[in-house]
């Protein structure tokens, strides 16, 4: 089993910052790409950003330019910083991990979420 535990969620206003962090535990050998879904009120979730274990990353077209993803493989650990933030970035934010790239076959495990609320 794979224990994630985010944290960074808050208020802020238009133009903030924020920094998300995720750190997983357990059974991690296997993990190789991590990752940001988000959902707001009545939307479907959607992948913010993913990493690979190898360092590669892909964002959906809405962040780019405004966010970053990043892992230390040491401390077992994803971030997301968040910059220029917006009202509609607004949503909870899950940790995703994955067996394989979860951008391409999906998630396997999921963390509880943490909610952001960007005000204008």
């Known amino acids: 089993q794979v224990q994630l535990a985010e944290s960074g969620g808050g208020l802020v206003q238009s133009g903030g910052s924020l920094r998300l962090s995720c750190a997983a535990s357990?059974?991690?050998?296997?993990?190789?790409?991590m990752g940001w879904y988000r959902q707001a009120p009545g939307k479907q979730r959607e992948l913010v950003a993913g990493?690979?274990?190898?360092?590669?990353?892909t964002y959906t077209d809405a962040v780019k330019g405004r966010f970053t993803i990043s892992r230390d493989n040491a401390k077992n650990t994803l971030y997301l910083q968040m910059n220029s933030l917006k009202p509609e970035d607004t949503a909870v934010y899950y940790c995703?991990?994955?067996?394989?790239?979860?951008?391409?076959?999906?998630?396997?495990?999921w963390g509880k979420g943490t909610l952001v609320t960007v005000s204008s």
């Open positions: 990493i690979s274990l190898g360092g590669t990353t």
């Open positions: 995703a991990l994955g067996r394989h790239a979860i951008w391409l076959y999906g998630v396997d495990y």
């Open positions: 357990g059974s991690i050998l296997s993990i190789n790409s």
